[in-house]
């Protein structure tokens, strides 16, 4: 080599154009048109909830690649201690963790400010999980008291990496103000950069991550709504990870494809129909039970398949914390489901309409969910709208039946609240998710809360399940595992068993290798 050429490559390398420095960017394909919320506190939509898991951090976290109760860890906060009532949670701050773009040090003023905002329905989307609490201050610059009214069941819960866990930025949120839903500020191993709508979302390393820099160095999540377009990206090698169709078929064509790994996972999704028990001809309990006897749970897990989807339980998700394994759901009975409405009124069907969403895992459940209801004369009437209109209208109060398919931090008292307790009624100050108007079930839930014996705990969560079921607020379909896909030489930097916020947690050991 000549003297020419080796003080080229010398000034390359030192330019940082050397192989060693290349850029890793990783691309993954989400089945989505867009998304309109970057704020954590109201991310409530299956595409927009990975994102926020990504940019923010909680007090606490799941250890990534695990859902598992017995597996929290600290995060922002390096320790915590409980009063002997358990009404009393002091929790001390990591010290020099930044936000992100040069924002500044967390602090507790930050995180008094987080918690205060996700308790407020102004703000968040999930201010019923903060309903309990009586005080939050700053004792000093990293320490943080919070004061309950009374017990509940795991109150850490509300606090991890999760849903209004996430601690934002006090002064980036009030600067921010409406805005901050388009330019996030967290802690998290990725800032926000841009968003091309309609394409992307942009993500680019924080290299003062407190737990250290990001091998990867950009994220691009990309909006490809279509299943088919987002198989050819992905077979083409435009994306590395892709959001995956629900369904048996998909799986296996995955799992032949070369140089692919698919990740199956929980928390499985519960399917439920909400049935709006005050609209006709649903405020006639014997409709709603016609309803349910004309579903097939298992014919509907079925035609997902047994990799990715099982029958439901009942009308919170299996494995939960206090779920009713054995819970008393009507049978499938098509005569029964025609003698029901013979009896309503009804000898030649009746006719209820549902707004839906197009994302397609929901789509093609709600498609045989139709077919079902076909059978015992019940039309089914769908209007199809695009994931982010689903939500805003059928909060509105616009739809007879809906179709929600979720998954929630895993104890009873949780999913309870949030779709059948009358404070989460649509269109009430206090609304969350209770679709359905459903209010039998107050009493247990609320005794459940203060309740200090697990096992009598535990009895009152059964008894609210079975009260809700024999109201038939809400139909229980099936539970869909969480299936994504990726290139094999993609690595998590952990055993991917579970992932809480519905997409791959991405850590800053994630990469390509």
Request: proline share 5%; glycine share 6%; charged share 20%.
């Amino acid at each position: 080599m000549s003297r020419t050429m080796i003080t080229a490559l010398a000034a390359a390398l030192a330019l940082g154009a050397g192989p060693a420095l290349a850029q890793k960017t990783l691309s993954i394909g989400m089945a989505t048109q867009d998304v309109q919320q970057l704020d954590p506190h109201r991310a409530v939509t299956t595409p927009e909830r990975p994102l926020a898991s990504w940019m923010f951090s909680g007090l606490v976290r799941f250890r990534p690649g695990s859902v598992s109760l017995e597996a929290l860890e600290p995060d922002l906060a390096e320790a915590w201690e409980i009063s002997t009532d358990r009404l009393t949670w002091t929790f001390k701050i990591r010290r020099g963790v930044q936000f992100h773009k040069g924002v500044g040090e967390l602090t507790a003023d930050d995180v008094v400010y987080s918690i205060k905002r996700a308790g407020d329905a102004k703000t968040s989307a999930f201010s019923s999980d903060f309903a309990v609490i009586d005080s939050i201050e700053a004792i000093d610059s990293h320490t943080v008291q919070i004061k309950l009214k009374n017990r509940v069941p795991f109150f850490l819960g509300s606090l991890v990496n999760y849903q209004g866990g996430f601690i934002v930025s006090k002064k980036a949120a009030e600067a921010a103000g409406e805005n901050f839903k388009t330019n996030p500020i967290g802690t998290g191993p990725f800032a926000y950069q841009e968003t091309k709508p309609n394409d992307r979302v942009t993500l680019v390393a924080h290299k003062q991550y407190f737990r250290g820099a990001p091998k990867l160095d950009t994220v691009h999540y990309r909006f490809i709504p279509s299943d088919a377009t987002r198989d050819l990206a992905f077979e083409a090698g435009e994306i590395q990870v892709i959001y995956g169709a629900q369904s048996q078929i998909w799986a296996d064509r995955m799992k032949r494809s070369p140089n692919t790994v698919v990740d199956v996972s929980r928390p499985a999704e519960l399917s439920v129909l909400s049935l709006n028990t005050k609209s006709k001809p649903l405020d006639d309990k014997r409709v709603r039970l016609a309803i349910a006897h004309a579903i097939n749970r298992a014919e509907l897990a079925k035609a997902k398949g047994d990799i990715v989807a099982v029958p439901g339980v009942s009308v919170i998700p299996s494995g939960y914390l206090g779920t009713d394994e054995q819970a008393p759901l009507p049978a499938f009975d098509i005569a029964k489901a025609k003698q029901l409405l013979t009896e309503a009124g009804y000898p030649n069907g009746v006719t209820i309409k549902a707004i839906h969403t197009q994302l397609p895992g929901m789509l093609t459940t709600i498609q045989v969910v139709q077919a079902q209801l076909k059978r015992a004369g019940i039309d089914l009437q769908i209007d199809l709208v695009d994931h982010a209109t689903f939500h805003a209208q059928i909060r509105q109060d616009l739809s007879q039946v809906i179709h929600y398919s979720s998954a929630r931090f895993p104890v009873a008292d949780i999913y309870l609240t949030q779709f059948f307790h009358s404070r989460s009624i649509i269109k009430t100050p206090t609304a969350v998710t209770n679709f359905s108007h459903c209010a039998v079930a107050d009493a247990d839930i609320d005794a459940a809360r203060n309740e200090a014996d697990l096992a009598k705990q535990k009895q009152l969560w059964i008894s609210a399940q079975r009260k809700i079921i024999e109201e038939v607020c809400g139909v229980a379909l099936i539970e869909q595992m969480q299936v994504w896909a990726r290139k094999a030489n993609v690595d998590y930097g952990y055993k991917l068993e579970g992932q809480i916020n519905l997409g791959p947690i991405l850590t800053e050991a994630t990469t390509i290798n």
